[in-house]
């Protein structure tokens, strides 16, 4: 119970702050609307081109990959918070106060994650609005949803791992950079089978494009490599919480 009051105490703090200031809440909410607009109205016609073959369409093509990445980066901002608690003094506070201090990177999760959830249920709606259509059941629904969320998961644990160790909102470029190339090096437009040179031996070897394909087979009702690509989220999940845990040690150590 203490543990899950310093959960409780940080997630809510942190969801207070996004909803009390909009020019941190507001970056999460409308770039993923930009992207899905942009990606999905502006570049509808290369569906047409020869061999694109995903039968629920192309909103439904650049939906997931824009719900994924709204996950990605709800985590990688709600890290930002960690580093701006930090290097304000707040951090120093929550370490001395807090009996269970994983409780304090857990807390942030969950905010990330509760976050991310607002977002993904207005991308939802804005996409079925814009006539998205959906091959999959519900089961696919959830697998897609729970795939999201280990997404989320690895954004907040690898930039809030930074904060931990950095403890300033400098280090942001470097929470984010990293997390857009990994997005943008995976089959955004088209499949990965249309991707040429350099760009698909890249797409190959990225892992998010496997969980990218899953999604995108979820929505159509027949996902490929299923497991390997939540055994992949999974195993990043893991390692990212490892990396976290690692630099609350760290900042332990510094006495924030």
């Not at 901002?77 to 580093?83: K, L, M, N, P, Q």
């Not at 609005?129 to 690898?158: I, R, S, Y």
């Amino acid at each position: 119970m203490r543990r899950w009051d310093v959960i409780s105490g940080v997630a809510w703090r942190t969801l207070k702050n996004a909803i009390l200031n909009p020019q941190i809440f507001l970056p999460t909410l409308m770039f993923p609307l930009f992207f899905f607009t942009a990606f999905a109205g502006g570049l509808s016609q290369l569906r047409e081109i020869p061999g694109f073959d995903f039968p629920p369409g192309y909103t439904a093509f650049q939906f997931v990959f824009v719900l994924l990445q709204s996950a990605a980066f709800s985590g990688v901002f709600t890290g930002f918070g960690v580093a701006r608690d930090f290097e304000g003094g707040f951090g120093k506070r929550l370490l001395l106060a807090a009996p269970h201090r994983s409780g304090i990177v857990l807390g942030y999760a969950l905010a990330a994650l509760l976050r991310w959830l607002v977002v993904a249920a207005v991308l939802t709606v804005v996409a079925v609005v814009a006539g998205m259509q959906v091959g999959g059941g519900a089961v696919d629904l959830v697998g897609l949803f729970v795939l999201a969320m280990l997404v989320n998961f690895c954004g907040f644990f690898w930039s809030g791992g930074l904060a931990l160790r950095f403890r300033t909102i400098q280090a942001a470029p470097l929470m984010q950079m990293p997390v857009f190339l990994v997005l943008f090096f995976a089959p955004v437009y088209v499949p990965l089978e249309l991707l040429e040179g350099w760009i698909e031996s890249v797409a190959s070897l990225n892992p998010l494009t496997y969980i990218l394909e899953t999604g995108r087979g979820f929505l159509a009702g027949d996902p490929p490599h299923a497991l390997a690509a939540f055994g992949l989220a999974i195993g990043m999940g893991i390692a990212f919480w490892t990396w976290a845990f690692l630099g609350l040690r760290k900042a332990e150590a510094a006495g924030a």
